[in-house]
């Protein structure tokens, strides 16, 4: 009876305890994403080529600081960077300009990008420029989302009940 009880546990116990790998919200700001690397730092030209840093935070392979040719659009960066992961909200990628002008005045321009029609898309919203700092959030919550955590919870409340029964035999 007692080797049941603790294969009951030691199922239990792997059902809740989260996989490696899988997002989690660890604050307000953002999500440990899965697959991603740590943010860092990559230079990207040619010897002599006139660079540009950009930011690429968010649901890409590779997020972090840029420095890239002065020629670099947003599809190009987001390949650099080793495309958007699989639960990227490609359609709203928001891209955030400081415009600096006369006597030091700074002014905030914030753009949104529908990557999925990049034939809709003037070519001038595809050009970045020095300091633009991109981010590319997750999908909204879909069904398939709620249907995962549905089975999820089946099987762990199927566990306990099992675990339940065993324990009272």
């Given at each position: 009876m007692l080797p049941k009880t603790v294969t009951c546990i030691l199922l239990l116990v792997v059902l809740l305890v989260p996989a490696r790998g899988t997002a989690q919200f660890e604050s307000g700001i953002g999500a440990s994403l899965t697959g991603a690397s740590p943010a860092a730092y990559y230079f990207i030209s040619k010897t002599g080529e006139i660079t540009m840093p950009i930011n690429l935070w968010g649901y890409v392979k590779n997020p972090g600081r840029y420095e890239v040719p002065i020629s670099t659009d947003l599809v190009q960066l987001l390949s650099f960077a080793g495309g958007p992961l699989a639960d990227a909200d490609i359609a709203d990628v928001k891209i955030t300009r400081v415009m600096r002008g006369g006597s030091m005045q700074?002014?905030?321009?914030?753009?949104?990008?529908?990557?999925?029609?990049?034939?809709?898309?003037?070519?001038?919203?595809?050009?970045?420029?020095?300091?633009?700092?991109?981010?590319i959030d997750n999908i909204p919550f879909q069904w398939r989302d709620f249907f995962s955590i549905l089975t999820t919870s089946a099987i762990v409340i199927t566990a306990v009940s099992n675990l339940i029964l065993v324990s009272t035999r």
């Open positions: 700074m002014k905030k321009v914030e753009y949104t990008v529908d990557l999925n029609h990049l034939d809709r898309i003037d070519d001038m919203a595809l050009n970045l420029q020095a300091g633009d700092t991109i981010f």
